[in-house]
């Protein structure tokens, strides 16, 4: 509707325009001088205007199918139509490389040469023995916290149940030996 509004203006400006220039009510002319004046300019349009040669097309918008909105699915989101489930994050690497490097970040201040022994992991939870040559060596003890590992406790005696690890994972992880 506002288009054809704005188009129908649009073709009477240009109609007085091209015809010179229009007058309005107050205009001093009688609607009897109509005659054109110098370089064949009218002063007022004494006809009916013609309709404007403009043509609008209408678009007719399809109708949804559904009685349910359906919303666009967010940005980054993995669901709507079309979209794959992103799989779930899994436990984070059990390895000596990546638990040795949580307790180098989690405790600076390790003994020079010390090194990593192979892992226990289960539930969740890992514990590393940890040693240098000549000195006694010490158990770390790791927990899963938001798919990342995180040191729980490092020692020589009572780790494992001062980082609350389950009684039952103490014999899978090397724990016995430690309290």
Do not use: H, Y
């Not at 205009?27 to 009916?48: F, M, Q, V, W, Y």
């Not at 000596?96 to 600076?108: M, Y």
């Not at 798919?147 to 609350?164: E, I, Q």
């Amino acid at each position: 509707m506002k288009l054809a509004a704005a188009v129908g203006a649009a073709a009477l400006t240009a109609l007085c325009l091209g015809a010179a220039a229009c007058t309005d009510d107050d205009a001093t002319t009688s609607p009897t001088s109509a005659a054109p004046t110098s370089g064949g300019r009218l002063t007022e349009i004494t006809g009916p205007i013609p309709a404007p040669s403009v043509t609008v097309p209408v678009v007719t918008l399809p109708t949804p199918t559904s009685a349910t909105p359906v919303a666009p699915p967010a940005p980054g989101s993995t669901t709507g139509p079309g979209a794959t489930a992103a799989p779930a994050p899994g436990p984070p690497a059990c390895d000596a490389p990546t638990l040795f490097g949580v307790l180098q970040a989690s405790a600076p201040s390790l003994p020079a040469g010390i090194g990593p022994a192979t892992p226990d992991c289960a539930g969740g939870w890992a514990t590393m023995v940890v040693g240098a040559t000549g000195q006694e060596s010490a158990l770390s003890v790791f927990q899963v916290v938001e798919s990342t590992w995180r040191l729980a406790a490092l020692g020589t005696s009572g780790v494992c149940s001062s980082a609350v690890v389950p009684p039952e994972l103490f014999g899978p992880l090397g724990c016995n030996d430690w309290e």
